[in-house]
Structures are given as structure tokens and as C-alpha cells.
């Protein structure tokens, strides 16, 4: 399980964890707005996460030998290029939240047909976006010396982290297999979701060629066998995108059924079945996952708020408001209220449902009484606001309202979160004790695969999983007053950057906000 951590875990078919083990993995910020993982780090952070996995099992006196299957997951846009010769990284990953790329954004929205933004909806089920994998590619293509030679040579790799993975894991240069599955392609933009395939006319868009990208499988099939270490020999037969993989560990096999993820970002799921539903309301169309090579896919509306987690990481890290992660709870339950103090940490721009680049994070609604205890209770808000705006554009496309919310991630631990999620809602919040739903996805794919088959998805033999329900404490007027508060602080963080530059008399570069 790959995200600002590589987490291995392993389960049983009846989804109960046996153990695990984790690896941070450092993030760079070479320049503004800039994100940035070392390829090579991210896989000296599996291979140990799986070396020091198998040591656990073998304390708790398990072999091994009964690990019948490795599935992977991962953030779904993060972008490399390698080189398949060496077998080298040809440049850092370039991360999902990244904003390098918004004045290639702007030029293709400006060339499009009415400056239409949705002008490759109809294909692809995205806006055109910094967020897709398509633009960092192009980026990579036209500024990175070492890519621009691969390609006249005929040696670059494309691949989101799973195709990195997957190609390292099975061999590399000696015969690694580069592929991905349906949900991660389907975040690229170069991939049409009805015809389940990469697309000429969108690779011709954004000047990308097709023989630099992976060949695109189900997500519940054997890929290939690992290569090296304690587990040579086990097949790799499950991969899905994060979100896919958690709506997966969440069960949420039925159209209608939905789940929210809190993690650096936070990603409201809900399964449409067979038929992929174009969302009117600034949501996402994408594909949840395929279980298997003649299995048909599932779709998913998807509404995506860049910042959740990583909102208490700035206070953490940039701010020094908090000395650790779990401390924002305490200081916010101190508070037990913002004191009118609203936080839009648009520090990417706005995602769902607004889809604005130009946006900034703003902190509005302070008096001389604001202290940090009131932006920890802010910053928390924040998350379950954005979360409630995505959720109400998900109502307004299916037409058939949630009536609760199942919700999974790391920051699902803090219970005041938990709760301030269930009040703004105004309904219930229902979150499973075993909270790697999205690892738990990967290993139901993986054991589901065919020859594997340890694990059946048939909905009367799935798992059950326990979990804790949170009720709405506060009353629906309340819920509404500081909610449209919230909506009016989103419009004052609204265009508040350009592209456009201009310079000072000592020649210094100027951005100027309009």
C-alpha cells in the first residue's frame, strides 16, 4: 500500500490482519508548489516492508509458504518515466498534488473549444486538470533532458506508481512486466472509459506516444510472479488505485454504495454500477475497479478534495501549531468550537466540485480571542466541509441521497473529527475498527484473482467487518448556518492566482492576483 508511506499487510479470507509493518517515504519540495518522491526510495521502502513482514510472520510462528498472493495499491496520478535499459528513474515522481504544471492546464483549457474545461469529459470522465497524470507526462516530455533522450531511443517507461512496481517486482530490466489496471489508467486522461483502452485521439491531444505506456489489465488477474526475496515466486494478482482499493475494502460491491477516505486528501467514492454516470455538479466519472480479465467494469462518481490530512501536516511542520499529528484532536476539543474562525486550505487550488486552480488557502474570521486551539478546531472543520460539499453534489447527481456515510482512512482515528463529520452531514458516520480498508481492497483483488482464488466476492460470502457508528449531537439549523459561513470563505479564496507575471525594477519575476 503506497501513499506518503509503503504499509505491508497481510490478511486472512476472512479480512482479520495478522501483521504488518510501515515506511514513511520523504516527499521534496524543490521549488513552489512543487511535490516530488525518489522512485528508488519507494522501492527500497517495499522490499523492506515486505523482508520485515515476512520476519513478523515468522515470529507469530506462520510460514511463509502461506502467502498466496501480493496485491498492490497505490496513489493513482503520481507520475514517473524510467528508463528500460538500466532500469533507472529518469526523473523524480512527480506527486498528484503538484502544481507545476497550471500554466499547461490554462493553455490547453484556453485552446479548447468555449475555454471548456470538460472539453475531454466525454472520454475520459475528468476536467482537464493539474491533478491527471497526462499533464506531469507532457511536463517530463518537453523539460527533462535525460526523458527526451530515452524517447528518441525507444527506452522510456511511463507508469503511475503501480506500473513502477509491478515492473521492479517481477524483474525489471530482466523481464519486468509493465502494466497497470483499469482504475489507475482511467486518472491518466489518456485513457477512454468506454472503450477500456488508451486513446489515440487523447495520446494525439496531449502529444504523448503510445508505445511509452504500460498495457492496461483488469485489476484481479495474475500480472506475473515475484522475482527476488522472501515471497519469489508468489504471483502479483491484485492492483487497484487507493480509492478503488478502499471502496473494495469498504465491500461496496452494490451500485448506490459509497465510502470517504481520509487521508493526505480526502475521496468520496460511490459505486454506479456497469454504466459510467457523467456527473453534472463538478464531480469525477471513473472506473472503481474489474475483477478480473472477462469480469465487466464498475464506475464510480468520485468527488476529490486535494487537502484533508495534509492540512494538519502544514500546522504540524510549516506552522509549529501542533508538535504531532494526534495532538490536533486535544487542542481542538479544548476549543470546542472555531469561534467563527474558518479555514480553506486550497493550498492546490480547489478540486471537487469547483475545480479551480487559481484558489488559495485562506484563514478568515479572526479576532483578537483566536488562538491555536480555534485553528485546530477550523482546520478539522475544514476537512468535514469539503467533505460535505462533495457529498452533496454526489446527492444532487444520483438523485438518491446517502443516509449515511462509511468513511476509512488514517485520520478516521480522531473521534472529534468523526463527530464534527456526522453533524455537518446531519447524518450518521460509520467507520470500521479495522481501518486499512484500502490494503484489505488490494488483498481481496490479489486472493480473488483467477488461479489464486483464496478469496470469493461473492456478496453472500463476504467478510464482516465491525465497526462504530457516530451519531449527529447538533441540530440541522446550526449544521446549515456554519456551512454556508464555510461556502461564503471558499468564495474569498476564489482567483486568487495567475499565471500572469510581470517584472520589478531589478528584473525579479512578480505574480500579480487579480
Known sequence: ?????????????????????????????????????????????????????????????ISVSNIKAVGVTNQRETTLV????????LYNAIVWLDLRTQS????????????NKNHLKHKT????????????????????????????????????????????LTGGRNGGVHCTDVSNASRTMLFNIHSMDWDPE???YFDVPMEILPKVRSSSEIYGCMKSGSLAGVPISGC??????????????????????????????????????MSEHGLLTTVAYKMGKDEPACYALEGSVAIAGAVVRWLKDNMGIVQSSSEIEKLAAAAGSSYGCYFVPAFSGL????????????????????????????????????????????????GVPLTQLQVDGGMTSNRLLM??????????????????????????????????????????????????????????????????RWKKAVQKAMNWETTESCCNGNGTQLSINL
Not at 478502499?246 to 460511490?270: D, H, S
Not at 458516520?429 to 488483498?443: C, F, I, K, N, Q
Open 82 to 89: 524510467w528508463d528500460k535499459e538500466t532500469g533507472e528513474p
Open 125 to 168: 470522465g475528468l476536467p482537464i486538470s493539474t491533478y491527471f497524470s497526462a499533464v506531469k507526462l507532457r511536463w517530463l516530455l518537453d523539460n527533462v533532458d535525460e526523458i527526451q533522450e530515452a524517447m528518441l531511443d525507444g527506452r522510456a517507461m511511463f507508469g503511475t506508481v503501480d506500473s513502477w512496481i509491478i515492473w521492479c
Open 202 to 204: 487523447l495520446c494525439r
Open 351 to 398: 478540486y471537487a466540485p469547483y475545480w479551480e486552480p487559481s484558489a488559495r488557502g485562506i484563514i478568515c474570521g479572526l479576532t483578537q480571542f483566536t488562538n491555536r486551539n480555534h485553528l485546530a478546531f477550523a482546520a478539522l472543520e475544514a476537512v468535514c466541509f469539503q467533505t460535505r460539499e462533495i457529498l452533496d453534489a454526489m446527492n444532487q447527481d444520483s
Open 1 to 61: 500500500y503506497i501513499q506518503r508511506q509503503t504499509i505491508t499487510l497481510t490478511f486472512t479470507p476472512t479480512a482479520e490482519l495478522i501483521c504488518h509493518h510501515q515506511v514513511e517515504i520523504n516527499q521534496s519540495f524543490p521549488k513552489e508548489g512543487w511535490v516530488e518522491e525518489d522512485p528508488r526510495e519507494i522501492m527500497q521502502s517495499v522490499y523492506e516492508c515486505m523482508e520485515r513482514t515476512c520476519e513478523k510472520l515468522c515470529q507469530l510462528n
Open 419 to 484: 463527530q464534527l463529520q456526522a453533524d455537518i452531514l446531519c447524518m450518521p458516520v460509520v467507520r470500521p475498527t479495522m481501518s486499512e480498508t484500502t490494503a484489505l481492497g488490494a488483498a481481496m483483488a490479489a486472493g480473488a484473482a483467477e488461479g489464486v482464488q483464496v478469496w470469493t466476492l461473492s456478496p453472500d460470502q463476504l467478510p464482516h467487518v465491525t465497526s462504530e457508528k457516530y451519531e449527529p449531537q447538533i441540530n440541522s439549523d446550526e449544521s446549515e448556518f456554519r456551512f454556508g
Open 104 to 115: 499547461t492546464v490554462e493553455r490547453l483549457i484556453n485552446k479548447a473549444p468555449g475555454r
Open 240 to 277: 487497484l488505485g487507493d480509492q478503488s482499493a478502499a471502496l473494495v475494502g469498504q465491500m461496496c460491491f452494490k451500485e448506490g454504495q459509497a465510502k470517504n477516505t481520509y487521508g493526505t486528501g480526502c475521496f468520496l467514492l460511490r459505486n454506479t454500477g456497469t454504466k459510467p454516470v
